[in-house]
């Protein structure tokens, strides 16, 4: 089992910026892929950025083409925690965000919730004008 922990949500200006932060407890990261999704009211849980966590090699992250350039997702495998570092936040950022995590041997990007086993209980990020 792992749980996640999401922090770092808040109420910032249009063209800041917030880190969120997701601590996993219960087992190391090592082969699992960790992602960040989010939801805004009345809207479908979207994709915004994974990054895998192999026992050794090269890591990949991706992102969705809407905070492509602006978010940064990293990982701090002595803290066993991931990042979303969002930049030139927009008002439509303005969403709950997860932080989710499954366990994955290949580097397949996978970008639909129902593909992630672990979940945070979320954390509200505003942006205001």
């Known amino acids: 089992q792992v749980q996640l922990v999401e922090s770092g949500g808040g109420l910032v200006q249009a063209g800041g910026s917030l880190r969120l932060s997701c601590a996993a407890s219960?087992?190391?990261?090592?082969?699992?892929?960790l992602a960040w999704f989010r939801q805004a009211p009345g809207k479908e849980r979207e994709f915004v950025a994974r990054?895998?966590?192999?026992?050794?090699?090269?890591?990949?992250?991706d992102y969705a083409a809407s905070v492509k350039g602006r978010f940064t997702i990293s990982r701090d495998i002595a803290k066993n925690t991931v990042y979303l570092q969002m930049n030139s936040l927009k008002l439509e950022d303005t969403a709950l965000y997860y932080c989710?995590?499954?366990?994955?041997?290949?580097?397949?990007?996978?970008?639909?919730?129902?593909?992630?086993?672990?979940w945070g209980q979320g954390t509200q990020v505003t942006v205001s004008s």
């Open positions: 989710a995590a499954r366990r994955d041997y290949t580097a397949v990007l996978r970008t639909t919730p129902t593909e992630y086993d672990y």
């Open positions: 219960g087992r190391t990261l090592s082969s699992y892929h």
């Open positions: 990054i895998t966590w192999p026992d050794s090699g090269a890591y990949y992250d």
